[in-house]
């Protein structure tokens, strides 16, 4: 146990320790590795290992299954920061559950910091073989700790010397660091009328204004920067840590109109790019029989349509979530009902797609396109409510077990969406061409969408997020994306436009040549690879960042972040209020989080 009160140190401490295991492991395979974890997140709904793969794998971007190894094999010394930040009704379950971890698991090694006056009131205690406490600097260690400065502090010392109260903040290293990094002129002038039950909260203020001074930042401007991380801030109390991740950002931080902004705008963009690829597909495809231009008017009018529909939905959907208490975090029962309610959302989606199509074109025909988008629209909203609409990124890989099941369900919505309407005449245009054709050509035809749309399945289901990735930097998950989108798309394309040039080719063969098969079946392979290979860049990822950067538009215009977000959180970083953590930013000292929520909220009730 690492114990003390706020600002003594316990963190650095706790950092120092990290800095040190890490050194006596490098170069030693078994020696086991220091990773830091924050409870201030730790939920009683979560037993401890749970909760510990999931802060790895959302702020380390390391895979569940192999962080779960990790600490099964006792490779892993945990370091808990925050144990005080907990809910204080749930601190005691916390160590409970702590305590059942290292009991039922094992470690090889654990450290935890906690505030000394809130950790004595609880009534369950941690099982551990030792502790620390870290006590205030005695006068004579801050007259030594002011004088060896590479410019002794004789100001501050003089001003400490006459006001006892000050000397006595000044005994909490972080104030006394705070101090240090604050002309006396400011710091004396901030102070002089201050009461002496504030004088910490002055302190903190006075050293703010000394670092916006240092950075430039003009006097007017000052006030939009003190909202925003004040804004940042707030967002850090309400995620429970005390890190803020760019790529964690969720539409659940809007309401009113910017939250059915969020969602229309979203979905009919991804409705928009659905219908510009089948728009571009139709006019290639269907070249004879009707204008490119056609094509791609229609298909882009119905893609809108269709994403206008699905924002009006999820809209709704999270309007009730939110209203019985659901909204905010998924909970279990949710998650058990979230198949039905994706399976009636595709439903009315694929609905919606019809309906839009009946005038344009024979609309069952298109039923493919149709059940096609529903899916990739419709199952995007399991498993979770508005806190989730923007996935974990993650790079993945493949499974076997996954791709059989998925493949088993293309099969089923091939027969239910082609096979069977075309042998009971429901598409004429169809039932007319194949007419042309021996039955033995009809059956294979048939049976080749029906394999067509498993291997889309298996391709869809099989690959899984399992894998960990090397770097983390701030906005990680956006690269992870990207990655994930293009090696999906790719994937998709490849299996279907290969199966498809393999189908065509084979086909064509005995009647046109073996040479002019092959030329007709790469030409069509690489058409409809290239069709699914945009819809499977939309899944792996693609809809993720469409999602995260109309959020980040929608929080930039209503004023509560910068247009470039990273680039002014490492400005925070550079004039020492924030600090980097993996791919996240941190303020220096909790002292500084509660500062700018209290401006944030005092801002908010005038």
Known sequence: MILGDPGSGKTITLLQLAQYLIEQARGIASEPVPVVFHLGSWSARQPLEKWLVLEARSKYYVSGDLFEKWLREHRIILLLDGLDEVEPAEQSACVQSINAFVGSVGVPGIAICARRAEYHTLTTKLRVNAAIRLEALSTAQIGAILSSSEQPMRGLQQLLDAAPEMAEIAGSPLMLNLMRATSQDTLESGIQQTRSGSLADAVVARYVEARLAADGVEESHRQDVLTRLGWVARRIIEGGGNVFQVDALQPSQLSGITRAAYFLLTRIVVGLVLGLTEGIYLGLVSWAQASFGTALLRSVSVGLLFGLGAGLIDLFRQGRLAADGAGEQAQPQRKEASWPVSLALVLFLF????????????????????????????????GGGIAHDIRIPDIRSWSWRSAGKGFMLGVAIATVVFVVPTAIGAFPAVTEEMSKYPASTS????????????????????????????????????????????????????????????????????????????????????????????????????????????????????????????????????????????????????????????????????
Not at 364 to 379: M, S, T
Not at 523 to 530: F, L
């Open 351 to 382: 609905a919606l797609f019809a309906a839009s199509n009946w005038a344009l074109w024979h609309a069952w025909e298109r039923a493919g396109f149709g059940i096609v988008w529903a899916l990739v629209v419709g199952l995007r909203s399991r």
């Open 443 to 606: 059956i294979i035809i048939a049976g080749s969408t029906a394999l067509l749309y498993g291997l889309i399945g298996a391709v869809f289901m099989g690959w899984r997020a399992n894998t960990i990735a090397t770097q983390v930097r701030p906005n990680e998950g956006i690269r992870l994306f990207r990655r994930s989108m293009l090696r999906g798309g790719a994937l998709l394309g490849a299996v279907t436009g290969g199966f498809l040039w393999l189908v065509v080719s084979g086909g064509m063969a005995q009647t046109t040549g073996a040479a002019m098969a092959a030329l007709a079946g790469l030409v069509i392979g690489w058409v409809v690879g290239s069709y699914f290979a945009v819809v499977g860049a939309l899944w792996y990822g693609g809809i993720d960042i469409i999602n995260h950067y109309a959020l980040r538009c929608i929080l930039w215009l209503s004023g509560r972040t910068p247009l470039r977000l990273i680039r002014y959180l490492d400005s925070a970083v550079k004039i020492r209020l924030l600090r980097r953590i993996g791919g996240g930013y941190a303020f220096i000292h909790r002292a500084l989080l509660e500062y700018f929520v209290a401006r944030e909220s005092a801002a908010k009730s005038k």
